[in-house]
């Protein structure tokens, strides 16, 4: 069964501490996984797409990777303003999207 | 504005009574997704539009709901006897290629 985990649930960081969000996923063909940013009350903001192992793409302060497991966000001195849940979805063959639970941000000045 | 756009933002009703939500995609964009969020979980997908065809249903989406969208353009949700469970916030995404872009939602609650 496709499946995406997202790990860990929550995050606290204090500001300027990077880390990584991980997104493992096991699904039957991927075509593509993808990094939104959501905040309270508001729709998903999409961020970034990956096809491919070996993948990276960048923006601002957060870069993501992909493998044939799992995906990595890595957020760089990271600021308040990043707070926020950060979810991973893919897609496999045919036209469904799965997310996963996401990850909780908060970025304390 | 060119991105998603959903109406209502926010919906109260009583149990029992059917409620529709829209969706306008973006202009450009021949896919449209409905999904459904509840607290502290990821979207669920619902349903699938390419034009005006609805090709895909998700096992979730039981006979009280019904999407359209006619002439491939704006989507509506429709929730018939709605319940409790439904309380939900409903997003709609629409894609022109893979990458699905969302509109704020329409939040329901279920008295």
């Known amino acids: 069964e496709d499946q995406v985990t997202q790990s860990p649930e929550a995050l606290r960081l204090q500001e300027g501490e990077s880390s990584s969000l991980n997104c493992s996923y096991t699904?039957?063909?991927?075509?593509?996984l993808f990094w939104y940013r959501q905040d309270p009350g508001k729709g998903p903001e999409f961020l970034f797409t990956l096809y491919s192992a070996g993948e990276e793409k960048e923006k601002e302060r957060l870069k993501a990777t992909l493998t044939k497991k799992e995906s990595f966000l890595h957020i760089t001195a990271p600021k308040p303003e990043d707070s926020a849940t950060y979810l991973c979805a893919v897609q496999a063959t045919g036209n469904q999207f799965y997310f996963g639970t996401g990850t909780s941000l908060t970025v304390i000045p | 504005d060119t991105g998603v756009s959903q109406d209502p933002r926010h919906k109260i009703t009583k149990r029992g009574q059917n409620v529709t939500f829209r969706c306008d995609p973006i202009s450009e964009h021949n896919r449209l997704y409905w999904y459904r969020q509840t607290l502290g979980q990821g979207p669920e997908f619902l349903t699938y539009f390419q034009n005006e065809a609805q090709l895909e249903k998700s096992r979730l989406l039981s006979d009280r709901f019904s999407a359209e969208r006619p002439k491939g353009s704006f989507s509506t949700l429709e929730i018939q006897r709605t319940e409790q469970g439904d309380s939900a916030m409903y997003l709609c995404?629409?894609?022109?290629?893979?990458?699905?872009?969302f509109g704020p939602g329409t939040r329901l609650l279920v008295l």
């Open positions: 699904v039957s063909g991927l075509r593509g």
């Open positions: 995404a629409s894609s022109l290629e893979q990458t699905q872009y």
